[in-house]
């Protein structure tokens, strides 16, 4: 029951401070109904579902990071620094991305003598900057780690190759470009490594199918795992 | 050979099979050129999977070796994206096949740290996949030395490995339901808690093992015929693993004691009291060493653990008590296997309406994960062990890449062969202990 008694009080005239307003992400998917695939509708979460929007830290970023990225120095060459989850990541500019490797490394306040290799991933809603390359690091001297990632679009799938700073990217480089298409220029023999050499395409990349067949059980069929809902 | 060739290019080929050298020898006798270039593989030359090697000899001598993969590759990571959350544990246990708990729980600490739960599994789930993870770091291990034996030419080690691993596949397929593939552990802790007597059985495990693994070093430790093959072979220095990213136990075998579970624990490792084995030979023999006291010290782990699950964690919880992520069915042991137990299923379809919503949504859709982007690392039998977890949002894996340790120390192999002699080669590659189902996933 809501009577005006129990309301708090609202001044008369009293000043409404400015909020700045927060640009909104764009929106992923809209609407509950019309699937067009199997009918079933269950599972929509809202109306509006909007992409998370992307992530941008400001100092202080707690913890040995903002330490790590004085030391590096090297601002012009990020873009954008994020801490989420206790994990720094540094979005660096795909040109500078071997000097940064480089200092990283070699750098004695940092240190990051170990690579634990390159994961690619696709973002194919993220325009001019599609393709990442993520290089997770780890420093055996501080016992710390931190993520670079470097991203390049869909047209132009450059990145220059890191092998020259830590050669165990090797094979690493060559996975990426086998299963995303990133061309690391500088690599010294970049080739397909788990698909076959004259495979077409790019299996990881989100515009490349699964693949599959459905399922026949007693007269229901059920459709192959990329045909299924998706529920996010 | 049904396969094109180019003879001219690739000079004369000739196709072996067994021990079938003749033809090979005789060829080679009249030839200008000393140098010979062997394919091995892609059928498996150490049983490890199916593995090329291609060695470029000089007489006896290694001079180029390169390690060709990718025979194994089923596309783990992709298919992850088409599942749920809770799905992908089915998939990543069938990456490294000999060491599945270390899989999902990579994995699953991955998930957990998107989710933002990673305090709140209750103790006992953490217990218990400790205490699986040692028993599984045990039984990879048997394995590597099992075969290793085997790919010298010695059948005794592989029979004692392959015997002791017998008890700890017993023991798993009495606490998951299975001997491998298990997909036991699961984001918010593990699928089913301990079945009545497990504690039993682990603990007359724990009275024989030790014996057992005395046996292999007695058998080994100081067998010529076994220090003459591995002693200074597949040398590989710290420089050497620091470069390539290697790690494990033959990061160790360089001197270098790093090890996650000490240096950046996870699952409440902190807790427990064990060393971390070092050798400072780099070569196969002290990889050999690494592994034997790595799994005493996994023994006593294991105890450890078991202690808790039995004594001070009896009763508690294995699933995190959220019902929007905890998977709400406890199995049970029903008359054609592993089932929903039927208390739960009295539960959802007699009293609960929350219960039954909760598991239907569970169970069709799944949890939803907050989007972003995790890397969570465990030191599996291997080396570092990593899961870089991205997700959108949704119920699904955006996107899901490991950092396989048999994938990146298999990088070393040509450090470790070349210059060296070819019946070397094996040893050398056996040291790695690389699983094809990891390295190509």
């Known amino acids: 029951m809501t009577s005006p008694d129990n309301l708090p009080e609202v001044p008369t005239n009293a000043e409404v401070p400015e909020v700045p307003a927060v640009p909104e992400p764009p929106v992923a998917r809209r609407g509950m109904f019309g699937t067009t695939d199997t009918g079933d509708t269950s599972g929509y979460g809202g109306l509006v579902v909007r992409r998370a929007p992307q992530l941008a830290t400001p100092r202080p970023y707690g913890g040995y990071f903002d330490e790590l990225v004085d030391t590096l120095a090297m601002d012009d060459a990020i873009d954008r620094v994020v801490v989420d989850r206790g994990e720094l990541t540094l979005h660096v500019k795909r040109e500078r991305l071997v000097e940064v490797c480089q200092k990283l490394r070699d750098e004695p306040a940092l240190r990051f003598e170990l690579s634990l290799g390159v994961s690619g991933v696709h973002y194919p809603h993220l325009k001019g900057e599609e393709l990442h390359a993520v290089i997770h690091l780890c420093s055996i001297t501080h016992n710390r780690r931190v993520r670079v990632e470097a991203s390049a679009p869909d047209e132009d799938p450059h990145i220059p190759s890191t092998v020259g700073v830590y050669p165990g990217h090797d094979w690493h480089e060559r996975e990426t470009w086998d299963f995303f298409g990133i061309i690391f220029d500088g690599h010294p023999g970049l080739t397909r490594i788990m698909m076959p050499d004259d495979w077409d395409g790019h299996p990881q990349r989100k515009d490349y199918p699964l693949g599959g067949i459905p399922v026949e059980y007693r007269g229901a069929t059920i459709p192959a795992p990329d045909q299924r809902r998706s529920y996010a | ?441």
């Open chain 2, 1 to 441: 050979m049904s396969t094109g060739y180019d003879e001219a290019t690739e000079g004369k080929v000739y196709s072996v099979t067994g021990a079938d050298w003749d033809e090979v020898v005789s060829g080679v006798r009249d030839s200008e050129d000393e140098r010979l270039v062997i394919n091995m593989g892609p059928q498996h030359p150490s049983t490890h999977g199916v593995l090329r090697l291609v060695l470029t000899l000089d007489g006896e001598t290694v001079t180029e070796a390169r390690s060709v993969i990718g025979y194994l590759h089923t596309g783990i990571e992709k298919n992850l994206e088409f599942r749920t959350w809770t799905q992908g544990t089915t998939f990543v246990t069938r990456m490294d096949y000999l060491s599945p708990i270390f899989n999902e729980t990579a994995y699953c600490l991955g998930v957990e740290k998107l989710l933002g739960i990673e305090d709140r599994i209750p103790d006992r789930a953490q217990a218990i996949r400790v205490m699986m993870m040692e028993l599984n770091r045990i039984s990879s291990h048997l394995v590597a030395m099992g075969t290793f034996g085997m790919e010298l030419g010695a059948t005794t080690p592989f029979l004692f490995g392959y015997r002791d691993r017998e008890l700890i596949m017993d023991l798993f397929e009495y606490i998951t339901g299975l001997r491998m593939n298990h997909a036991y552990v699961r984001p918010g802790g593990v699928s089913v808690d301990l079945p009545a007597g497990a504690v039993d059985k682990i603990g007359e495990f724990l009275k024989i093992m030790p014996q057992r693994i005395k046996d292999i070093r007695k058998l080994l430790d100081e067998n010529p015929v076994y220090l003459r093959r591995t002693k200074d072979v597949g040398y590989l220095d710290l420089t050497g693993c620091m470069a390539l990213g290697i790690t494990g136990p033959i990061l160790r075998s360089a001197g270098l004691p790093w090890d996650l579970r000490k240096s950046q624990p996870y699952c409440g490792y902190e807790t427990y009291e064990f060393e971390v084995a070092t050798e400072r030979g780099c070569d196969v023999f002290s990889r050999y060493l690494v592994r034997m006291r790595e799994m005493e010290e996994s023994l006593k782990i294991v105890e450890q653990a078991l202690d808790r699950i039995a004594g001070p964690l009896k009763g508690d919880p294995v699933m995190i008590e959220d019902k929007k992520i905890g998977w709400p069915a406890q199995l049970a042991l029903g008359p054609d296997g592993f089932g929903n137990s039927p208390d739960h299923i009295a539960h959802i379809m007699g009293s609960s309406m929350e219960a039954l919503i909760h598991h239907f949504k569970l169970v069709t859709e799944g949890f939803r994960v907050p989007a972003g982007q995790a890397y969570a690392s465990i030191e599996s039998p291997k080396g570092e062990l990593g899961a870089h977890v991205v997700s959108d949002g949704g119920t699904r894996p955006y996107r899901v890449h490991f950092r396989e340790p048999s994938f990146c120390n298999l990088q070393g192999f040509p450090a470790m062969a070349e210059g060296g002699q070819v019946a070397d080669v094996i040893a050398a590659v056996a040291s790695i202990d690389p699983v094809m189902g990891g390295v190509d996933r």
